[in-house]
């Protein structure tokens, strides 16, 4: 890729690709829980030549620093210093997986042009309860096991074999990150939760945020209902596939859906 500057901005490692573009918003790229920056670049390579783009690797991720917090208001507030210190004005925040989740909590508090959650529910729902059954697993040496049963229901054996490889290489699974970045799923309740995105959904609204939420399948009912509560503008898009990484199995799909 063309025009690529990799620093650390604001403390985080970064990609600062193409050039301040009065007619279209900087891009701000999160990943997911324990991949890093390298995993957006099927995506970088669909997008308009000289978008500029910073992706970034999440606290502890990548070339990043390990951080004394992974809370999602905490990595929201180091994503803000390299936001800051990267010069980008009111990006659109992209973000797959936790990173989803992120991007929504980062832009309920600072400054965006819109978000695009890839594949990230709100709510902890069934995810939740399966951390909670094996939180004592996940504490303990054999972590890597809950991890294994995670990953091997993601699909990546339905991806093709470039990108199977980047996922399987490109990838540091450490027992900190995930308490860190699953920290308020495991200590806070269910409705405490619930209420804290709902708080993040009406800032949304307030600001007339545009919000674009990208599955691989279908979303129930009840929760697009509940998305549509609090922020009734939001934008329900299915790109199918049998992964969940919309942005490997249909990256060009994905950037016709970013505005």
């Known amino acids: 890729m063309k025009d690529i500057e990799t620093h650390v901005f604001g403390g985080l490692a970064g990609d600062l690709l193409g050039s301040p573009d009065d007619a279209r918003p900087p891009l701000l790229l999160l990943h997911g829980l324990t991949f890093d920056r390298r995993h957006w670049a099927p995506f970088l390579a669909q997008l308009p030549a000289g978008r500029r783009v910073l992706a970034l690797d999440l606290p502890g991720h990548g070339a990043s620093p390990e951080s004394p917090s992974y809370t999602p208001d905490a990595v929201a507030v ?137 599955s691989t399948s279908e979303l129930p009912e009840p929760y697009r209902a509940w998305v549509h509560a609090h922020l009734p503008g939001a934008v329900f898009s299915v790109l199918p596939s049998n992964s969940h990484f919309p942005h490997l199995s249909h990256p060009r799909e994905l950037a016709d859906l970013v505005p």
């Open 78 to 214: 180091a994503v803000h210093r390299a936001v800051t210190a990267a010069g980008l004005d009111a990006p659109v925040v992209v973000g797959h997986s936790v990173g989803g989740l992120l991007a929504t909590v980062y832009a309920a508090g600072h400054p965006v042009r819109g978000v695009v959650n890839v594949d990230q529910p709100l709510l902890p729902g069934p995810f939740g309860a399966l951390l909670h059954q094996n939180e004592e697993l996940l504490r303990g040496p054999d972590y890597l096991r809950l991890w294994e049963r995670l990953t091997a229901g993601m699909g990546i054996d339905s991806l093709p074999p470039e990108e199977q490889e980047l996922l399987r290489t490109v990838t540091t699974p450490r027992q900190d990150l995930f308490l860190g970045y699953w920290h308020d799923v495991l200590a806070r309740s269910a409705d405490e939760i619930r209420a804290g995105r709902e708080r993040d959904l009406a800032a949304l609204r307030q600001r007339d945020v545009r919000y674009r939420h990208v």
